[in-house]
C-alpha cells in the first residue's frame, strides 16, 4: 500500500482532521537563545544558551466546498471549509496544547499550541480560503513534586492504592493483528498486519477504525479497528 502524505492536527478536545491540501511547502524555524554580552579583553561575545521553542509555518487553501475541489489530497474532508477554520479558531481560543503530525516525517510532529491563524480570500475568489497557521512547540513546565522526610509531626501516608490499568493514547506501544485501511472510517481497505509492533499516532474516537498506527521509527501504516490492537 503507498504511503500516505498528509498534515494531521489535532485540537485540544481531541478532534483530529486532516489539511485537505497539502501545502507545497512548510517552515520550520529553530532558533538558539544567544544572548550578546561584553568582555573587557575580548569585546563583545555571545553566549548560546538552550534551544528556543520550535515554530513552524504552513500556508495553504481550505476550499469553502471541499468535495467540489479538484485539489484535494486527504483521504477524508469535511463537507464545509468553514468548519476547518472554526475548529482551528476554536483551538486557539483555548490556549491549549494539541498536537502536530506530518505523516512520514518524525521531525515534523509532536505537541503544539495555535501562535497565529490567518485567514481570508484573494483576488475576488470566493471558493477558497488562503490561510497562514503557525503552530509552536508545547513545553510542559508543570511543578515537580518534592518528597518530605517525615518526622515526629508529619502524619504517616496512606498505603497507595494500585495504578489503574494502562490505556491506549497517541504515543502507545501496541501489538496490531488486522487490516489496515486509508482512513477512520474504514475505506480503503488494504494490508492485514500480524503481531505487528506499532506506535499509535492518532486517534479518531467513535469511528470505526480509531486508531492510527505507524512503524515505531515513524513510518505511516494505517488505520485499524480497536479490536485489532492491544498494548504491548
Known sequence: ???????????????TFELPI???EISVNRV?????????????IDQVGKR??????????????????????ASSIW???????GTIENWQSSQKPGRYVVTGSRQMSGRVTVSSFQWG???????????SLTIREWRDYSAKKIAIKPNKTTPKKPAARPAP???IGIGSRVIVNGQLFRDSYGTGGGLTERNADRKITLIANGRSKPYHVALVNGGARGWVSASSVRLK
Open 1 to 15: 500500500m503507498a504511503e500516505h502524505y498528509g498534515i494531521y492536527l489535532t485540537t485540544h478536545d481531541n478532534k
Open 22 to 24: 497539502m501545502p507545497s
Open 32 to 44: 538558539m537563545d544567544v544572548s550578546q554580552n561584553t568582555v573587557i579583553t575580548l569585546g563583545e
Open 52 to 73: 528556543k521553542l520550535n515554530e513552524t509555518t504552513i500556508e495553504g487553501i481550505i476550499p469553502v466546498l471541499p468535495q467540489k475541489s479538484h485539489l484535494i489530497t
Open 79 to 85: 463537507a464545509n471549509g468553514r468548519d476547518y477554520i
Open 121 to 131: 480570500m484573494k483576488d475576488g475568489n470566493s471558493s477558497e480560503f488562503y490561510f
Open 165 to 167: 490499568p494502562k490505556k
